[in-house]
C-alpha cells in the first residue's frame, strides 16, 4: 500500500473494491470490459480462457486494473500491442458533483456527446489514479489476440567476470539491440547489485497467431543465436545461480537457460508472473530515447557496488536496476493522443530496492528497522540523483539538450521527485506527463479543474486544480 496516496495516519476508510472483479464481453455495448477490483492474474486467465484475447499490461499478478489500468498500464506485450490505455474505449467512473453534492457514476468514452467527458476520458487514459474519481469499469471495444506461442532464454553474467569496461559495453550493446528487435519481442536486463553475484537478461520471444510452431522456433532460434554470440563476445555468460532480482518469477520451477524455452503463452506469463513474499520495497524510473551516456554507466555501476552504511551487502541482493525494452507500437501513438506523452523511448528503466524486517503493520517502526528503511531508501535516491547529475538529479527532457531521458512513469509513484506536502508537486507532475501537464491546450491541471475543483481527490502527488 503506498502511503500517502492510498493510506496515511488521517484515514478513516479504504474502499474494498475487491468485489468488483468481472471480467467478459457485453453482447449489448459490444465490448469486453474489466472491473476495477480485478487483479492482472485473474484479467489475463479470464480474457485468455474464455476469448483467447489478452491485454498488453503488467507481469504481476497482485497488481490491481484499478490502478493499473488508468495509469497506463505496460508489459511484456507492449511492444507488439502498445499500452493498456491505448486500448481503453471507455470507463465507468463515480464523480463527485461540487455543485449538487452528489456523487454520480457515468460511462465517459471518446464518443461521449459532452466534450468535458471526452476531456475526462482523455485523462483517465494515464492520469485517472485517485484524481477524478472512483473508476468501476474498464471497457474496450476490441482487444490483442493472445499470442499462440512463446519463448524464453535467460543469459547471466557473473559480477566476478565484468570489468567496468565489458559493463559499459553490455549496456551499450542492449541499448542497440533493443532499439533494433522484433515488435514481438520484449526484454528485462536485470542490472543486479554486487551482493546478487550476478546480472541477467530475460527475453520473451512471441509470435502472432497464424504463425506456425515451425517459424516460430526458427524465427527465436534465429534471435537467441544472435543473442548470445553478440551480448555473449562482450562478456563470458554463466548459469543462472537464482532467480534474478525484483520480483521473482516462476523461474526457480522453469529451468532459466541460455536455450529458448518453447511455452504456451499461459506458462510464459506464470513463469515471468512477479511473485514472493510481501515486503517492504521503492521504485524509481526514468524513460529513455537514446543509449545510456558514459557518465551514467560510471554512476550505475558505481552504486551497484554500493553497500549503504547499516545494512548488510546481503540484504541488497534483491536491489537493482531494471532496463526493460520499450517503444514498438507503443511509439506509434501520438504524444498526445492519451496523456502518457513518451512516444518516443526506447528503454524504461526501474530502479528497485526491497527489505523485510518483522515489523508490524500500523505500529511505529523500531530504530534498527527504521535504519534499515533509510538505508534502502538513502542508496536508491542517491543512486538515481547521480546517474542523473547532468540534468538536475532526475530525467528531466526539459535540461537534458542531449534528447537522452524523457521523464517518468506516474505509475512508480517517487515522492522524492515533488509531493504537494514538500511544495514541488509540479516538478514531479511535469516529469510523469511533460507538456500534457499543464502546457497543451487539452491538459491535465484544466481537466481537474473542470471535474474536481474542490480537490476532493488528493493525495501525495495528485493534480493540481490550478
Ligand atoms: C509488484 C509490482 C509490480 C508492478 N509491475 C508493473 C508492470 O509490470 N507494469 C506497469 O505498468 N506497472 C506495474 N506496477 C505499477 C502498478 O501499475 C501501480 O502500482 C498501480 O497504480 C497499481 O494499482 P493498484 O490498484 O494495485 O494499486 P493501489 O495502490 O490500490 O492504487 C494506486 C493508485 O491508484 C488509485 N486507484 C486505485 N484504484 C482506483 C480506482 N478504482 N479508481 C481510481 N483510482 C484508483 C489509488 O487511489 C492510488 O492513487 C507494479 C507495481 C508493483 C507493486
Not at 45 to 53: H, Q, S, V
Not at 182 to 202: M, R
Request: net charge negative; hydrophobic share 40%; aromatic share 10%.
Amino acid at each position: 500500500m503506498l502511503r500517502d496516496f492510498v493510506y496515511n495516519d488521517g484515514t478513516r476508510a479504504v474502499i474494498d473494491m475487491s468485489a468488483l472483479n468481472q471480467v467478459g464481453f457485453d453482447p449489448v455495448r459490444k465490448a469486453w470490459f474489466v472491473d476495477a477490483g480485478c487483479e492482472n492474474w485473474t484479467v489475463y486467465r479470464t480474457l485468455l480462457n474464455g476469448f483467447g484475447k489478452t491485454l498488453p499490461a503488467g507481469s504481476c499478478y497482485s497488481v490491481g486494473a484499478g490502478g493499473h489500468i488508468t495509469g497506463g498500464g505496460y508489459g511484456l506485450l507492449s511492444r507488439l500491442h502498445g499500452l493498456t490505455v491505448d486500448h481503453l474505449t471507455g470507463v465507468d467512473i463515480v464523480t463527485w458533483d461540487a455543485l449538487s453534492r452528489q456523487a454520480r457514476l457515468r460511462h465517459v468514452s471518446e464518443a461521449s456527446s459532452d466534450g468535458a467527458e471526452r476531456d475526462l476520458f482523455w485523462a483517465l487514459r494515464g492520469a485517472g489514479c485517485g484524481n477524478f474519481g472512483v473508476i468501476a469499469r474498464y471497457w474496450f471495444a476490441d482487444l490483442p489476440d493472445a499470442p499462440d506461442h512463446a519463448a524464453l532464454l535467460t543469459l547471466a553474467w557473473n559480477w566476478s567476470d565484468l570489468t567496468e569496461d565489458r559493463f559499459a559495453g553490455l549496456l551499450h550493446l542492449y541499448a542497440e539491440i533493443v532499439a533494433a528487435m522484433p515488435e514481438s519481442d520484449f526484454s528485462l536486463l536485470k542490472l543486479n547489485h554486487v551482493a546478487a553475484g550476478q546480472i541477467g537478461l530475460i527475453y520473451q520471444s512471441v509470435s502472432p497467431p497464424g504463425t506456425t510452431a515451425a517459424d516460430h522456433r526458427l524465427r527465436v532460434a534465429g534471435q537467441a543465436r544472435m543473442l548470445r554470440s553478440r551480448l555473449g563476445a562482450i562478456a563470458p555468460t554463466s548459469p543462472l545461480l537464482r532467480p534474478l532480482g525484483g520480483h521473482p518469477g516462476m523461474m526457480t520451477t522453469l529451468p532459466a537457460s541460455e536455450n529458448e524455452n518453447h511455452l504456451t503463452y499461459l506458462e510464459a506469463l506464470q513463469t515471468l508472473n512477479g511473485s514472493g513474499p510481501n515486503q517492504f520495497g521503492k521504485y524509481k524510473s526514468a524513460y529513455m530515447k537514446k543509449g545510456f551516456p558514459a557518465d551514467q554507466v560510471a554512476a550505475i555501476h558505481h552504486w551497484l557496488q554500493t553497500v549503504p552504511e547499516g545494512v548488510a551487502a546481503s540484504d541488497m541482493a534483491q536491489s537493482l536496476l531494471q532496463v526493460d525494452s520499450y517503444g514498438g507500437r507503443i511509439n506509434r501513438v501520438s504524444p498526445t493522443a492519451t496523456c502518457v506523452p513518451q512516444r518516443s523511448s526506447i528503454m524504461k528503466l526501474q530502479y528497485q530496492t526491497y527489505w523485510n524486517n518483522d515489523s508490524t503493520a500500523g505500529m511505529p517502526l523500531s530504530p534498527a528497522d527504521r535504519a534499515q528503511e533509510e538505508a534502502h531508501l538513502g542508496w536508491i535516491n542517491r543512486f538515481y540523483a547521480a546517474v542523473y547529475v547532468r540534468t538536475g538529479g532526475t530525467p528531466d527532457p526539459a535540461r537534458d539538450p542531449s534528447g537522452t531521458v524523457d521523464g517518468c512513469y506516474f505509475n512508480y509513484p517517487d515522492v522524492e521527485l515533488g509531493s504537494h506536502a514538500r511544495g514541488d508537486v509540479d516538478h514531479a507532475l511535469r516529469l510523469y506527463f511533460l507538456e500534457n501537464f499543464r502546457d497543451n491546450p487539452r491538459n491535465l491541471v484544466a481537466i481537474k479543474r473542470h471535474w474536481d475543483p474542490e480537490d476532493y481527490f488528493h493525495h501525495a502527488q495528485s493534480l493540481p486544480v490550478r
